[in-house]
């Protein structure tokens, strides 16, 4: 295939990853069916939550695995693995409501969509740092903005579908739509032949004449101290961001509820579910935004600024009793919340390389799945304190990101 037409190729394996993001990412909208479940069943709180923990926790468990398949048996394989899983989990989702199953649900969408989620989240990061060495943060940030902007659509359609069709037939048509779009779009997946380079793009070298693109094995990289640095930032940013995002709308309309007594309890859980939407916008422009930043700034400074800015806002966020002011700071902490997923697969083929990236990055995930069982948890249990922790925890990860510097060039 010619160069022209393997430039154009490329553009339309970023649209088939956009695609499968946005529907992957509607699992974020997790907080808009927790209430209706719990009213539904009498389930508690954190017996509901498990569900979100359980997939958090084996998305990042799954990415993993699933990048080492992606290095393996190829991006297409993969992805259509992971479009049938998350669309069957979905669904088991649905029959768990109509059962009345808390098991099921943990099984269904805890285990088999969390895997199903996982395999195909790292299918096109791997697969798009190959096909643009030239704008590594771009292109990782468009894809990765369709997983944050997911739950936007979850936010804003779901809550009046479970009011008129209820939980389980809401589970059903997305179970379905799932299966057929994810699927679809890893259809679009291959990797580019060995040696491709964009048309104009000469990969820079460092001082030394060592290209900076040349490219650790996993074993290589996980025995530097710097591969520990990008998982230990990378499961602070998501340990704090997972907590406010699970209890987003729960949070949004104790925000509403102080100024406005008198609304119903179906015009509040409306209105919680338009807030997590509208934050859920910069949960994916963030990640656009922030990784489009790293490419000019450096993904360091990406990550002390957003670390530091978090921190205080964290800290600030229990003060907050105007419902504009903390939709404002919930689309902040969700836009850096989301960056940090956009910037780290371009800082980890910065400091690895891009050729094992499946590996090198997909490991690295396993923080998404240790964040995805301790943020949630954190801020179901100890609700007063949690932002605090939170404050805490990303103080940690700016003192981490002032002091990384890319390992040496291999010898």
């Known amino acids: ?90 669904l088991l989702a649905g029959l768990a409501d109509q059962m009345g199953s808390i098991w099921l649900l943990y099984l269904g969408f805890g285990l088999v969509a969390g895997l199903g989620n996982g395999f195909g989240y790292i299918t096109p990061i791997a697969t798009l740092i190959r096909w643009f060495p030239d704008k590594r943060g771009l292109v990782t940030g468009l894809a990765v903005m369709g997983f944050g902007a997911g739950a ?3 936010g804003i359609i779901a809550p009046k579908m479970i009011i008129s069709l209820g939980v389980a037939n809401t589970f059903y048509i997305w179970g379905a739509i799932f299966l057929v779009a994810v699927t679809a779009a890893a259809q679009l997946y291959k990797n580019p032949p060995k040696g491709w380079l ?22 290589e990289a996980v025995k530097t101290p710097q591969w520990w640095m990008l998982w230990s930032m990378l499961f602070l940013n998501i340990t704090a961001g997972l907590g406010l995002l699970s209890q987003l709308s729960p949070m949004a309309q104790d925000v509403i509820k102080r100024v406005s007594t008198d609304i119903s309890a179906k015009d509040l859980a409306v209105a919680g579910g338009t807030i997590l939407a509208i934050a859920s916008i910069f949960n994916g422009l963030g990640r656009l935004f922030w990784a489009w930043t790293s490419d000019a700034v450096g993904r360091k400074m990406v990550f002390v600024i957003m670390f530091a800015s978090q921190a205080i806002l964290y800290v600030a966020l229990p003060q907050i009793g105007n419902q504009i002011l903390f939709t404002v700071v919930a689309c902040y902490l969700l836009a850096c919340y989301g960056g940090g997923f956009a910037t780290m697969p371009a800082f980890a083929a910065d400091s690895f390389g891009p050729a094992n990236i499946g590996k090198v990055y997909g490991m690295m995930l396993t923080a998404w799945g240790c964040a995805g069982i301790v943020g949630p948890l954190v801020f179901a249990q100890i609700k007063s304190i949690a932002v605090y922790v939170a404050a805490v925890l990303l103080v940690l990860g700016f003192l981490l990101a002032i002091s990384f510097k890319k390992p040496r060039g291999k010898e």
Request: proline residues 3%; contains cysteine.
């Open 1 to 90: 295939m010619s160069n022209e037409n393997l430039e154009g190729k490329r553009w339309w394996i970023a649209v088939g990853a956009i695609i499968m993001q946005l529907c992957l990412g509607t699992v974020y909208a997790w907080s808009v069916f927790k209430k209706p479940i719990m009213t539904a069943h009498g389930w508690g709180e954190t017996a509901t939550q498990v569900t979100f923990m359980i997939c958090i926790g084996v998305i990042g468990l799954a990415a993993a695995f699933g990048g080492t398949l992606v290095d393996k048996k190829g991006p297409r394989y993969v992805g259509t693995v992971g479009g049938i899983l998350f669309g069957i989990g979905t």
């Open 198 to 219: 964009p048309r104009g793009f000469v990969p820079k070298t460092s001082a030394g004449g060592v290209q900076v693109t040349e490219s650790y094995t996993f074993d």
């Open 152 to 154: 936007f659509f979850m």
